[in-house]
């Protein structure tokens, strides 16, 4: 459990971190140097899991020796795919992260959303759904990895 305590609101408990693959962990279907590390560490502290419609068809090799759950959705509603597999986890426990318009649900109903603009580019309706915005995967993840960082970022 990663216990996140946000300015002016009460302590969040994060059990599970949800992440995009295509844009957030990876470019063109190849996992981001400087992922693997920061994965193995946060799959310590919270349940780990990735969902993604896999558009280059390589999660599962790219994601096969981590610890993470994967979950490949189908090409329909996958925004509302993305938010009912966080809500079987309990949305209030779930912290997201994405890229994509169909990541802009889940980063607004999760506990907390960050969204990340990196080479892919960020949908714009997903970053205002959003309560962080990263220009780097590692950097997102190292919010989670040194939970002080959110603070500094969600004071009011």
Known sequence: ????????EEVVAIE???LDFNGTLAVDGKLISGVV?????????????????DTNASARSELASLPCT????GRDKQDQAKLEYARSLGLGR?????????????????ALGICLIQQEGAAVASMLAADIVCVDIKDALDLLLQPHRIVATMRN
């Not at 459990?1 to 002016?8: F, G, V």
């Not at 994967?70 to 959705?73: A, Q, S």
């Not at 779930?94 to 607004?108: E, F, I, M, P």
């Open 1 to 8: 459990m990663l216990p996140l305590a946000i300015p002016n």
């Open 16 to 18: 599970h971190v949800i």
């Open 37 to 53: 590390p920061r994965l193995e560490a946060l799959s310590s502290l919270v349940t780990v899991h990735v969902i993604t419609a």
């Open 70 to 73: 994967l979950k490949i959705i």
């Open 94 to 110: 779930v912290l997201a992260v994405g890229n994509g318009r169909n990541d802009g649900l889940l980063l607004k109903n999760a």
